[in-house]
T-cell receptor
Framework: QKEVEQDPGPLSVPEGAIVSLNCTYSNSAFQYFMWYRQYSRKGPELLMYTYSSGNKEDGRFTAQVDKSSKYISLFIRDSQPSDSATYLCAMKTSYDKVIFGPGTSLSVIP | EAGVAQSPRYKIIEKRQSVAFWCNPISGHATLYWYQQILGQGPKLLIQFQNNGVVDDSQLPKDRFSAERLKGVDSTLKIQPAKLEDSAVYLC?????????????FGQGTRLTVV
């Protein structure tokens, strides 16, 4: 079993839809959770960062962490064509390196 | 503020040849990372520097990969000899101090194709 798993997609949605992206993990020592967005032929950029269970909102983005189920989600409201990218979940313990999921490719169709 | 600079953007080499990548981090950032991202996978950390010292190189294939950051600023990653499975994007990232709450900023990467 891989440490971090993520549905690879591709996911295609119409503009304005609500998007749900999900990751599961196996290491209960993970304490810090991140979502990165990676446009084609670009490096990843940090979207959301959280270290507690529950929801964290930033504009159209909401990150949700459920440590008891080892499950994290990213919700995108009112999705835009500019949201088309690969979304990577990432997580780490307090003492070890960041582990990335394989990414979910998202296309938002105008 | 200038971002993380990497060169070259693209490189095609034959197997068993050598190749080097260069990274210039954001000014003032003490921590520098090299990641390998194979197509369809997330980035995997190869090596982490804190100033000019190595913090983590546990996933660096040391028989063929080497990296240095001699003056604690820019860094080079070398592969010698290259194998077909080294085809990937090599990403450099930097952060202020490598702390758990400190954001890492990524460069655009070098896309390596080994034929």
């Amino acid at each position: 079993q891989k440490e971090v798993e993520q549905d690879p997609g591709p996911l295609s949605v119409p503009e304005g839809a609500i998007v749900s992206l999900n990751c599961t993990y196996s290491n209960s020592a993970f304490q810090y959770f991140m979502w990165y967005r990676q446009y084609s032929r670009k490096g990843p950029e940090l979207l959301m960062y959280t270290y507690s269970s529950g929801n964290k909102e930033d504009g159209r983005f909401t990150a949700q962490v459920d440590k008891s189920s080892k499950y994290i989600s990213l919700f995108i409201r009112d999705s835009q064509p500019s949201d088309s990218a690969t979304y990577l979940c990432a997580m780490k313990t307090s003492y070890d390196k960041v582990i990335f999921g394989p990414g979910t490719s998202l296309s938002v169709i105008p | 503020e200038a971002g993380v600079a990497q060169s070259p953007r693209y490189k095609i080499i034959e197997k068993r040849q050598s190749v080097a990548f260069w990274c210039n981090p954001i000014s003032g950032h003490a921590t520098l990372y090299w990641y390998q991202q194979i197509l369809g996978q997330g980035p995997k950390l190869l090596i982490q520097f804190q100033n000019n010292g190595v913090v983590d190189d546990s996933q660096l294939p040391k028989d063929r990969f080497s990296a240095e950051r001699l003056k604690g600023v820019d860094s080079t990653l070398k592969i010698q000899p290259a194998k077909l499975e080294d085809s990937a994007v090599y990403l450099c990232a930097s952060s202020l101090d490598g702390g758990v709450h400190t954001e890492a900023f990524f460069g655009q990467g070098t896309r390596l194709t080994v034929v």
